[in-house]
């Protein structure tokens, strides 16, 4: 959790920076903001999971890609609504010790993203976001390294004791230059990964750090 909130102040501050020096050489002439656009964007997220019970669960965080669609329609000249189908990899790190050998963990869970973002605009290059996100998990990989070797078991998601569909939310700032858009987000599920509180699985609920660049294709 402190990685994840060092790593989002860090983005925050080169964020900012970039959207001053958009300030300083704004022009009033270029402004887009009533135009709809539609366009692509990839990146990194890091992430990590907290225990839905606060029980004694702790992980450290991973990086996973991510990437996908936008689309942002405006309403009116300083508001909108923009949406986003994203492939998102999540997912946590573990370590501890096993009959005296030490092990590591991870998992990468893999997610198709839509959130659903109300939109303010204060200015041209400056867009701040915020709304309900779907989740919806495609995929599960679990990596357990040890001395006595190496597992892998990857797999698609059958067990109804998995939630695959989840609720969460998501915030954050788009910076425009032009046609390319530098995005900062960061998400939490309201729902936990345990579908009826019957599996093995540690009941965990999502939590991650976004950044990404994105291009205009459309407006």
Known sequence: MENIKILALASFMIISSFAVAQNNNYDDQNNDQKYMKIGIKAGLNFSNVYDANEESFAADGKFGFVGGLLVHIPIGEYFGFQTEVLYSEKGFKGNGTLLGSNYSFTRTTSYIDIP????????????????????????????????????????????????????????????????????????????????????????????????????????
């Open 116 to 219: 659903l973002q109300f939109a303010i605009k204060p200015t041209d290059f400056l867009t701040i976001l915020a709304g309900p996100q779907y989740s919806f998990l495609i995929k599960q990989k679990d990596e357990f390294n040890s001395n006595f070797g190496t597992a892998t078991q990857e797999e698609e998601i059958r067990n109804d004791n998995i939630r695959k569909n989840i609720l969460g939310f998501i915030t954050g700032l788009d910076i425009y230059s032009n046609d390319l858009i530098i995005g900062l987000r960061m998400g939490w599920d309201f729902q936990n990964n345990n579908g009826n509180g019957t599996s093995d699985t540690p009941r965990y609920k999502n939590i991650w750090v976004q950044t990404t660049i994105g291009y205009t294709l459309f407006k």
